[in-house]
């Protein structure tokens, strides 16, 4: 099983960038299946990006599409989630998971957690 240590949080102006990484401990880390999901207070963990093993046809929530992107080095055990395009509504605590299978949208399909880094958009 995997360990996870997210970084690259912090506080971003409206229509800035920021990224997110999350490294990951353990040899089969390849094997994994990698997620985002991000939680505002008050509300339920959300979705935000998936990606297999392979790094191919990764997933996004509507509300990220086009704005996000989620990749992978499987060399350093590490994904990322580029964030782009920063909204006030992107601030939220983001959490990096990971699952055996395929990709997998929502918190139930993952077992494996990360304790969250912080981001905070100003308008």
């Known amino acids: 099983q995997v360990q996870l240590v997210e970084s690259g949080g912090g506080l971003v102006q409206a229509g800035g960038s920021l990224r997110l990484s999350c490294a990951a401990s353990g040899r089969t880390f390849s094997l994994y299946t990698m997620g985002w999901f991000r939680q505002a207070p008050g509300r339920e963990r959300e979705f935000v990006a998936t990606v297999t093993w392979t790094g191919a046809t990764p997933s996004y929530g509507e509300s990220v599409k086009g704005r996000f992107t989620i990749s992978r080095d499987n060399a350093k055990n590490t994904v990322y989630l580029q964030m782009n395009s920063l909204k006030p509504e992107d601030t939220a605590a983001y959490y990096c998971?990971?699952?055996?299978?395929?990709?997998?949208?929502?918190?139930?399909?993952?077992?494996?957690w990360g304790q969250g880094t912080q981001v905070t958009v100003s308008s």
């Open positions: 998971a990971a699952r055996r299978g395929g990709r997998g949208w929502r918190e139930s399909d993952y077992d494996t």
